[in-house]
């Protein structure tokens, strides 16, 4: 494995501010999915059209401030804008139709998953090297992904919606693993590809197929790809870009923030009644992301003498 290239402290920190960026819309996917579908009854159409508008949003104004002309490059790359749009279409779709059947601690179990999946993918995949804190952190958010599928109902429908959300959520996990590679041999397109396009058709044509679409989705998915495709395809370049600054413990800290926000969303903006297995599972999870971070400031210092 090509180790990451070093880099000053404001360029770590640019990274840094980049990814939080990036993933700072993805945060809201739970409070606007679960508002939309049980409060407002939002088309699906008004939900993907409304969630990557607001994707575009955060990158267009990140993106002018960040680097003008790596934007100005990379829009000359219609693959890659196509790829990005296509495969936001196929997550918002998978998303949008799992959460319906999904309780909040469900919900926030799978959009955790990204935390473990990348500490094993850095572990065995890309032989990175783990601290005693990294694993004591990974075990943490084990237990704590535990404690939130016990506060879990058990039925069908759930696990069915768990099973969607999960395919819509999962392809974030190669984020880190495609940011590690890229100063290497990894392409834009590519990079896009193993982010979220293959698992997102492919959720996409599950839902078809089990039946839940009741109205025509391909004039519609054109139309999303035509009109929406610009804000997410700034946005996950922005992310491609800063992910060769930060090492994979801090793109971790990043991806796992995840659970922690629905979590707070949940019990706060959407008055959700946290049960009792659900704080201590909150807690673990927090006390995991502390530990991997504090995991990553020692290699980093220990790397700097």
């Known amino acids: 494995m090509t180790a990451a290239p070093t880099t000053s402290a404001p360029h770590r920190l640019r990274g840094f501010a980049c990814c939080l960026t990036g993933v700072a819309f993805t945060a809201t996917i739970p409070v606007f999915a679960r508002y939309s579908v049980y409060d407002r009854d939002v088309d699906p159409l008004v939900f993907i059209a409304l969630w990557l508008t607001?994707?575009?949003?955060?990158?267009?104004?990140?993106?002018?401030v960040r680097d003008r002309g790596a934007?100005?490059?990379?829009?000359?790359?219609?693959?890659f804008l196509g790829l990005v749009g296509l495969a936001h279409v196929g997550s918002a779709f998978c998303i949008f139709h799992g959460v319906r059947y999904l309780t909040a601690p469900v919900f926030a179990l799978v959009m955790s998953l990204s935390i473990v999946l990348s500490y094993l993918v850095g572990r065995f995949a890309l032989r990175e090297r783990g601290s005693a804190l990294q694993s004591a952190g990974f075990v943490a958010a084990v237990v704590g992904l535990a404690a939130f599928l016990l506060t879990a109902d058990r039925g069908l429908n759930q696990w069915r919606g768990a099973a969607l959300v999960g395919a819509g959520a999962m392809f974030a996990t190669s984020i880190d693993v495609a940011g590690?590679?890229?100063?290497?041999?990894v392409a834009p397109w590519l990079f896009v590809l193993a982010r979220a396009m293959v698992p997102g058709v492919l959720a996409?044509?599950?839902?078809?197929?089990?039946?839940?679409?009741?109205?025509?989705?391909?004039?519609?998915?054109?139309?999303?790809?035509?009109?929406?495709?610009?804000g997410p395809?700034?946005?996950?370049?922005?992310?491609?870009?800063?992910?060769?600054d930060l090492p994979l413990s801090v793109a971790c800290l990043i991806r796992s923030m995840h659970p922690v926000l629905s979590a707070c969303f949940a019990a706060i903006v959407l008055g959700e009644v946290l049960r009792p297995l659900q704080i201590p599972g909150g807690l673990l999870v927090v006390a995991g992301i502390a530990v991997l971070s504090a995991g990553g400031s020692r290699e980093r210092g220990a790397g700097n003498r």
């Open 71 to 79: 934007l100005a490059g990379a829009a000359r790359s219609w693959r």
């Open 180 to 185: 590690k590679l890229r100063p290497a041999r």
């Open 204 to 230: 996409m044509a599950w839902v078809a197929l089990s039946g839940e679409l009741r109205w025509p989705p391909w004039p519609l998915v054109c139309l999303i790809v035509a009109g929406a495709a610009i």
């Open 54 to 64: 607001a994707a575009a949003g955060w990158s267009c104004l990140f993106g002018v």
């Open 233 to 244: 395809f700034l946005g996950w370049y922005l992310y491609f870009l800063s992910l060769s």
